[in-house]
């Protein structure tokens, strides 16, 4: 055994070394009837090289073997093939007796489908193939598609060629120092929880909402002759809107589980941030009052049944009535609250369930509170036109964030059609216009109000945004929500933040690195990132630290959500170690995986301070203040002299 390992341990030196594969396999499928077919496999074996049996003894060449990806319950099938009948020889590597074959090998074995859906099945092939002089260790897996009718677009072999371009991603780097000083700051959660405490009290002020608080609150008063038994009821209630809430979030950490960067593709998938755009826009159109979003009339009559049960369970059902009814009002908020935390990568399930939390918490209160003082029941305004009004508002602010979301995906894409001016011009007209409307100049025959503070206050907004269109550095308050700096109509020194040099491909970095003698700082960042033009426009602009970055370093931006196309010569698949195949078919995927495999980590922005040899100066940084990032910096500059 001690053998074996030791020459899959040096297979992993000569894998490069070898120009050659000494061999090559390929697989038949024939059908025995509709459950039943038979699996081969033939290996072609270079001359003077051996591939080894399944019963190769222990203590020499690593045997071949066979495994099935699939689950297993959907199939049956033997641990073993069969296989030609072996020679059994001297091996010169080994010093003994070893069961090998030469020229060809053949295995194969029959499989019965317990699932008659199935149509391909994994198979992984590990195996070692030595000559006189040496061995190498291979793995291989392979989509058998039993049906060869259908034609599938990508196959699912990790070729040796894959192996070799995913390696070539894999730096040799010196991690010393990762330890020395912790500078990486955790993911806010209390702000997305206050953000969710904010959209909750927004939804409270809805018409769908607000007006079933004192009906609600006197149902619990009135309930029972005990104020008591009444609060604790009301409480109840507030406790499983709470609930409902979070339990909403909790399919999202399974998705958040499959893949370290599964968020990341979601948030900048060019798909999902056009449907987002398209249910905005309706969103904002119902909020104008063209429409409601409803849920079916069926699912509320039954939530609402329930709930004459009484008891716990009739209380849990009355929350759920309630989740259920207002939905057309906060259906809209709850998808802003949704689409804003899946637009961070780092933990942006987790972000959910805290926003979630919030958004629970604001809408409870009210329901619970006034149970409990019951006298404040009488200070709480009647409906009227002001809930129509704020409803009208909300649409616009829908309206704008659906702008956004169209702005992240030409931003990944490239189009160019949402560069900064544009977008701010597009954000005017809108909050522009909701001023006018707070005004009373149109939407219904109100009567003009010029002492409307929140017209003026969006009108003033307005201008904000507008003198953003002269000079950038006026709205950087907006940083992340706005189009990057330099993705403008106008002609840039080039495509970096600030005007800093920078490269956007490692290899070519890292060369000026070494050519001028500056420090790498690893930008790991994204097109549709807020947090990293965040960084860029409000910290990196900092006078101190955009002198730091100029004189000392090189910055190498690697946009993780660039979905520019590789080319044939560089696409690669490369699988995962839950067994799953992800193709590496953009820039962007390219990036994500380089990231990982050598930081282990998927979130942006992340900043790594290394030398071209490969030393990491301390430990990477991520979304920080400037005063800690200067810090940073000044840091691994003073590790790098020494």
């Not at 769908?208 to 104020?227: A, G, N, Q």
């Not at 690669?572 to 990036?591: A, E, L, P, T, V």
């Amino acid at each position: 055994m001690t053998r074996k390992i030791f020459f899959s341990f040096i297979s992993i030196f000569t894998l490069n070394a070898q120009d050659i594969e000494p061999v090559e396999w390929e697989y038949d499928v024939n059908k025995i009837n509709d459950t039943e077919y038979n699996i081969s496999f033939s290996a072609s074996i270079l001359d003077g090289w051996k591939l080894y049996s399944q019963f190769s003894p222990d203590e020499g060449a690593l045997p071949t073997s066979f495994r099935f990806i699939n689950n297993i319950s959907d199939f049956e099938a033997d641990e073993l093939f069969n296989e030609d009948d072996y020679t059994v020889g001297f091996d010169n590597v080994f010093k003994m007796d070893l069961f090998y074959y030469e020229n060809e090998a053949n295995f194969n074995q029959n499989i019965k489908l317990l699932d008659k859906d199935l149509n391909q099945i994994k198979v992984e092939i590990d195996y070692s193939s030595c000559d006189d002089e040496l061995c190498i260790f291979r793995n291989e897996t392979f989509n058998v598609v039993f049906d060869n009718s259908i034609i599938t677009t990508e196959s699912d072999n990790v070729t040796l060629e894959d192996v070799r371009r995913y390696s070539a991603l894999e730096l040799d780097l010196d991690k010393s120092n990762y330890n020395s000083t912790n500078f990486i700051e955790k993911s806010n959660y209390f702000e997305i929880f206050i953000f969710g405490l904010i959209a909750g009290f927004l939804a409270l002020l809805t018409p769908c909402v607000f007006p079933m608080i004192p009906l609600t609150v006197s149902y619990f008063i009135d309930e029972s002759k005990l104020s008591y038994s009444g609060a604790i009821s009301a409480s109840l209630y507030g406790g499983f809107i709470v609930l409902i809430y979070i339990l909403l979030s909790i399919p999202f950490h399974v998705f958040d589980s499959l893949n370290p960067n599964i968020l990341n593709t979601i948030s900048t998938n060019v798909y999902v941030n056009i449907t987002f755009f398209v249910v905005f826009i309706l969103f904002a159109i119902s909020f104008f009052g063209y429409f409601d979003i409803v849920i079916p009339s069926n699912i509320i009559s039954g939530s609402e049944k329930k709930s004459d049960k009484g008891g716990i369970i009739g209380i849990f059902f009355m929350s759920l009535t309630l989740a259920l009814v207002s939905f057309s009002c906060t259906g809209p908020i709850l998808g802003s609250l949704l689409a804003g935390s899946l637009s961070s990568a780092q933990s942006g399930a987790t972000q959910l369930t805290y926003g979630m939390f919030g958004f629970g918490v604001a809408l409870a209160f009210p329901f619970t509170l006034l149970a409990f003082y019951p006298k404040y029941l009488s200070l709480i305004p009647k409906s009227g036109i002001w809930l129509k009004k704020l409803k009208v508002c909300l649409g616009f602010i829908e309206l704008a964030l659906a702008f956004k979301f169209l702005s992240n995906a030409d931003l990944v894409e490239g189009w160019g059609i949402l560069k900064r001016e544009i977008f701010i011009l597009i954000w005017v007209v809108i909050f522009l216009s909701m001023s006018l409307y707070l005004f009373g100049s149109y939407f219904g025959r109100l009567k003009f109000n010029y002492k409307s503070i929140s017209g003026w206050v969006f009108l003033l907004f307005s201008f904000f945004l507008l003198s953003g269109i002269y000079d950038s550095k006026n709205v950087r308050l907006l940083s992340g929500i706005l189009p990057p700096e330099f993705y403008s109509v106008e002609e840039k020194q080039n495509e970096c933040p600030l005007g800093l040099n920078c490269f956007k491909n490692y290899d070519e970095g890292k060369e000026y690195a070494v050519e001028n003698n500056k420090i790498i700082l690893l930008d790991f960042t994204g097109w549709a990132c807020a947090n990293c033009r965040r960084m860029e426009e409000n910290v990196w602009s900092k006078p101190k630290i955009f002198e730091l970055l100029d004189n000392n370093y090189v910055i190498i931006s690697l946009y993780v959500d660039d979905r520019t196309e590789l080319s044939d010569n560089e696409k690669f698949k490369y699988m995962n170690k839950s067994g799953r195949i992800q193709y590496i078919n953009n820039i962007g995927r390219r990036w994500s995986l380089f990231q990982q495999i050598n930081f282990n980590n998927a979130s942006q922005p992340y900043y790594v301070a290394m030398l071209p040899s490969g030393k990491i100066l301390s430990e990477p940084i991520q979304f920080t203040s400037d005063k800690k990032f200067q810090n940073w910096l000044e840091t691994s500059i003073e590790e790098s002299i020494n």
